[in-house]
């Protein structure tokens, strides 16, 4: 789920945290995993994960605000945490060197990376060892895209699978 209010707040929200700001009611997104995978849940207690937008590199703790914006949206959320776990940006960066600053969409996603992801070369899946793709969220088309990095990779390694002139 996005959460965000209304399309004038999420824009004002964004200008935030561009120009180096927490916002805050910043934007949060909201997952519930458990309902695809019901072994994440313990009983009747079913885990919810959510990050907001936050400044690069934003070093401090968005749980608050976090939890704040949703409550504003689903009165008594708060009331129903029996836990939490939190993971500030430098974590992130820390947890995974691909989040750069904490950015979990792996860096800036300009116009050149999306065309050229990682880096400019005409198949970017290709590492230069044959049998093994990058197929990560730094390649083209890049994150938040479902999965099609990946589609990418499979597709350029069945290319080499078939020969030369697949390749």
Same mark, same amino acid.
């Given at each position: 789920?996005?959460v965000?209010?209304?399309?004038?707040?999420?824009?004002?929200?964004?200008?935030?945290?561009?120009?180096g700001?927490?916002p805050?009611?910043?934007?949060?997104l909201?997952?519930?995993?458990?309902?695809a995978? @019901? #072994?994440?849940?313990? +009983?009747?207690?079913?885990?919810?994960?959510? !990050?907001?937008?936050?400044?690069? =590199?934003?070093?401090?703790?968005?749980?608050e605000?976090?939890t704040?914006?949703?409550?504003r949206?689903a009165?008594?959320?708060?009331?129903r945490?029996?836990?939490t776990?939190v993971?500030?940006?430098p974590?992130?960066?820390?947890?995974?060197?691909n989040?750069?600053?904490?950015n979990?969409?792996?860096?800036?996603k300009?116009? @050149? #990376?999306?065309?050229? +992801?990682p880096r400019?070369?005409?198949?970017? !899946?290709?590492?230069g060892?044959? =049998?093994?793709?990058l197929?990560s969220a730094?390649?083209?088309?890049?994150?938040?895209?479902?999965?099609?990095c990946g589609?990418?990779a499979a597709?350029?390694a069945?290319?080499?699978?078939?020969g030369?002139?697949?390749?």
């Amino acid at each position: 789920m996005h959460v965000g209010g209304a399309f004038a707040e999420v824009a004002a929200t964004e200008r935030e945290i561009y120009a180096g700001r927490m916002p805050e009611r910043p934007f949060v997104l909201v997952g519930q995993q458990y309902l695809a995978d @019901p #072994q994440r849940s313990v +009983g009747d207690v079913h885990p919810v994960w959510s !990050y907001a937008h936050v400044p690069h =590199g934003y070093d401090g703790d968005a749980a608050e605000a976090i939890t704040t914006q949703i409550e504003r949206f689903a009165p008594g959320f708060r009331d129903r945490i029996v836990g939490t776990a939190v993971r500030t940006t430098p974590g992130f960066a820390a947890h995974n060197p691909n989040y750069v600053g904490g950015n979990i969409m792996t860096g800036a996603k300009d116009i @050149p #990376q999306l065309l050229f +992801g990682p880096r400019p070369i005409p198949h970017p !899946y290709d590492t230069g060892l044959r =049998g093994h793709y990058l197929c990560s969220a730094a390649t083209p088309p890049g994150p938040g895209a479902h999965g099609m990095c990946g589609a990418h990779a499979a597709a350029r390694a069945l290319r080499h699978l078939r020969g030369p002139a697949g390749a």
